[in-house]
């Protein structure tokens, strides 16, 4: 019995420690990853966005950017604002219970929701009509904005998307942590201090078999998917979305919207068999491109190509299948060529207050 209460007694204080140490590490966390845009209410949801106004010559229509699952919008920042600043009024969004913005209603947990709550910040911003950029996980939500405001999707381009049913299932953190109560507890104490430790393995992985830029990982926060919330969040997401994506896949043949697919044949993250191939099946108006020994991040090593990519989707002719051969054949060459370019300049400015 003595052993027993003995066990308990270090089980109860280990825990305590953890939580208390999350709590210190989430204030070191945000401290050094603050918000850099600005936050609206709507829909229900308090979001972090940051959007760039056009400039006098501006050649493009508006662009929505949506990051994929563990992710901020600084993501995808990056590599595209400096690109195309001033060329498109562009929305660069954390998306509901991302970064720094609040998970907002129920909905906010499934794709079709989040995209719901995009265009209700378009909305508020004067924004009629885009073309919706979507990363991985904002795949989804891309195709589900196309599919339920297709008045508002000017065009989509789909950045080595999920959006069909895939074999096998998910990581079993991703199970555990929507779980009422031993989720929360394992997003308040274990995650943090076990998730450091595999944040830059993690990053090689959804690289590989490219290179992930100089600095990335403290560059683009990754850090705060480990706050309890935003895991909780970003947990539900991936638990909800094979789900959505099988009952939601069989209407993608009434979207019309132009799209562009950029996807590789080495991401071993997203499928591109079961995802892009189905999206180049299903949809009525789409282009596949199809990068051999590219990974699962299109956005940094096939920046270039995805530009073009937004150009010839606002009606400017390019030839993005040269372009893609073009970006196989310095890929071959030279491995880490195409990500060792700037980063980009991201300056943390003050939050300004919600509206």
Same mark, same amino acid.
């Given at each position: ?59 493009? &229509?508006?662009? *929505?950017?949506? #990051?994929?699952? /563990?992710?901020? %919008? =600084? ?5 595209? !604002?400096? $690109? ?93 942590? &929507?779980?009422? *109560?031993?989720? #929360?507890?394992? /997003?308040?104490? %274990? =995650? ?5 430790? !595999?944040? $830059? ?155």
């Amino acid at each position: 019995m003595q052993f027993v209460q003995v066990t308990l007694l270090f089980l109860v204080t280990l825990l305590a420690g953890l939580f208390l140490a999350t709590r210190v590490a989430v204030l070191i966390i945000e401290h050094r990853h603050p918000p850099v845009g600005e936050f609206a209410t709507v829909n229900g949801t308090k979001l972090h966005f940051v959007y760039d106004r056009a400039g006098p010559d501006a050649d493009l &229509p508006p662009v *929505v950017f949506l #990051h994929g699952a /563990s992710g901020n %919008l =600084v993501d995808q920042m990056l590599p595209f !604002r400096d $690109k195309l600043s001033g060329r498109a009024d562009l929305l660069f969004v954390d998306r509901p219970g991302h970064g720094w913005s609040e998970r907002g209603p129920e909905t906010n947990a499934w794709p079709d929701g989040q995209a719901d709550t995009v265009a209700a910040l378009m909305d508020e911003l004067g924004i009629d009509e885009a073309i919706v950029v979507g990363h991985s996980f904002g795949g989804a939500i891309a195709v589900s904005f196309a599919l339920n405001h297709p008045d508002r999707a000017a065009g989509m381009l789909l950045l080595a998307p999920v959006s069909h049913p895939w074999p096998g299932g998910v990581d079993w953190y991703y199970e555990l942590t &929507p779980k009422p *109560v031993i989720g #929360h507890l394992f /997003s308040e104490t %274990l =995650v943090l201090p076990f998730g450091l430790m !595999r944040l $830059k393995p993690g990053t090689d992985a959804v690289f590989s078999p490219n290179e992930p830029p100089e600095d990335y990982v403290r560059r683009t926060g990754v850090a705060l998917v480990l706050r309890p919330f935003h895991f909780r969040a970003n947990a539900a997401d991936v638990d909800n979305l094979y789900d959505y994506v099988t009952r939601t896949a069989p209407r993608y043949t009434e979207i019309a919207t132009p799209s562009v697919v950029i996807t590789g044949d080495s991401d071993t993250i997203v499928l591109p068999r079961v995802h892009s191939l189905g999206l180049q099946r299903d949809l009525q108006d789409v282009e596949l491109l199809w990068v051999k020994n590219l990974g699962h991040k299109p956005d940094y090593v096939a920046t270039d190509l995805a530009v073009a990519a937004l150009e010839k989707l606002s009606g400017k002719p390019r030839d993005l299948q040269a372009m893609a051969h073009g970006l196989e054949e310095r890929i071959a060459g030279d491995r880490n060529g195409p990500v060792e370019r700037s980063l980009g300049h991201v300056e943390a400015e003050p939050a300004s207050s919600d509206t």
